[in-house]
């Protein structure tokens, strides 16, 4: 039974470039929460999507947006990229209420 | 808003000594509370949960009581090992719901020595 999967395990891009990081869910789950986990700091959630929708979001700026397919994964998006925005980026899944699992994120490191 | 304090590491122990890790918590309502753990290079492992007032988490050997009298959530182990060595997160999700959105403390790393 495969858990959360993230893709990819790590990326360099520079300033003012977009990214796209992918998750899917472990097996069963319908709920995805990403997080942003800057270097020495715990995560920091960004949002959260649920049958397709964001159902809540952190205090990120609209650089950030997400999406979620029809078979539950999920996909980050982020615009104009800032060095500030290099970190470790989880994705974690839950079901109905259940404690979330984290997948081992996506490092990305803007030069 | 929601907000997680965890005591500052490193912490240092050596094998088989006592584990203590303090975590206090803001909140309205009734939160769920968690300990997460992180190895090197890896995402976040669910190590133990307690979803009310008195609950006690445990698992591996690690506990942690819910204690709402000191909004407290406070890791411990009676004997740790070399293994154990990682960094620790604790965490709050709103309400009952143990899957919305998680709220961290700035995790406390631990280092345990032969």
């Known amino acids: 039974d495969a858990g959360v999967t993230q893709s990819p395990t790590h990326l360099i891009k520079t300033r003012g470039q977009q990214v796209t990081l992918r998750c899917s869910p472990k097996s069963g789950h319908d709920t995805v929460s990403w997080y942003q986990q800057a270097l020495g700091q715990g995560p920091q959630f960004i949002f959260q999507?649920?049958?397709?929708?964001?159902?809540q979001r952190g205090n990120f700026p609209d650089r950030f947006s997400g999406h979620q397919f029809p078979n539950y994964s999920s996909e980050l998006n982020v615009n104009a990229l800032l060095l500030g925005d290099s970190a470790l980026y989880l994705c974690?899944?839950?079901?109905?209420?259940?404690?979330?699992?984290f997948g081992d994120g996506t490092r990305l490191s803007i030069l | 808003g929601n907000s997680v304090t965890q005591m500052e590491g490193p912490v240092t122990l050596s094998e088989e000594a006592f584990l203590t890790i303090n975590c206090t918590y803001t909140?309205?309502?009734?939160?769920?509370l968690f300990w997460y753990v992180q190895y090197p290079g890896e995402g976040l492992q669910l190590l133990l949960k307690?979803?009310?007032?008195?609950d006690k988490g445990s698992n591996k050997g690690f506990e942690a009581t819910y204690r709402k009298e000191t909004t407290s959530f406070h890791l411990e182990k009676g004997s740790v090992q070399v293994s154990d060595s990682a960094v620790y997160f604790c965490?709050?999700?709103?309400?009952?719901?143990?899957?919305?959105?998680?709220?961290f403390g700035g995790g406390t790393r631990l280092m345990v020595k032969p």
């Open positions: 999507y649920y049958e397709e929708e964001e159902r």
């Open positions: 909140a309205t309502g009734y939160p769920s």
């Open positions: 307690a979803t009310k007032a008195d």
């Open positions: 965490a709050l999700s709103d309400h009952d719901n143990a899957g919305n959105m998680l709220t």
């Open positions: 974690a899944s839950s079901l109905s209420g259940q404690p979330q699992h």
